[in-house]
Nanobody, 117 residues
Framework: QVQLVESGGGLGQPGGSLRLSCAASRSISSIYVMGWYRQAPGKQRELVAQIIDGSVTNYAESVKGRFTITTNSAKNTVYLQMNSLKPEDTAVYYC???????????WGQGTQVTVSS
């Protein structure tokens, strides 16, 4: 089991930046894929970015070149740096940990990101 707590959401300006953090209750090791998902009103939850073993990353096409996912293993924390924000980035962002042993997903409670001028 792992508990995930997100922080760092809020109101961002178009073209601006926000950084999300996800603190895990236990060590983030290579047995987990860590990721960020988002869900906008009336839409399905979608993958934003994933990272495994602290280095291999995968991004949705819509955020490539703008968002960066990183980890700090000493702090058991995953970050999502969001630059060049667009109104369509508005959503609830969820931290995810996928245990590779049995492909079980753990989720945070979500944090709201609103991009508006």
């Amino acid at each position: 089991q792992v508990q995930l707590v997100e922080s760092g959401g809020g109101l961002g300006q178009p073209g601006g930046s926000l950084r999300l953090s996800c603190a895990a209750s236990r060590s983030i090791s290579s047995i987990y894929v860590m990721g960020w998902y988002r869900q906008a009103p009336g839409k399905q939850r979608e993958l934003v970015a994933q990272i495994i073993d602290g280095s291999v990353t995968n991004y949705a096409e819509s955020v490539k070149g703008r968002f960066t996912i990183t980890t700090n293993s000493a702090k058991n924390t995953v970050y999502l740096q969001m630059n060049s924000l667009k109104p369509e980035d508005t959503a609830v962002y969820y931290c995810n940990a996928r245990r590779l042993l049995d492909i079980r997903d753990f989720w945070g409670q979500g944090t709201q990101v609103t991009v508006s001028s």
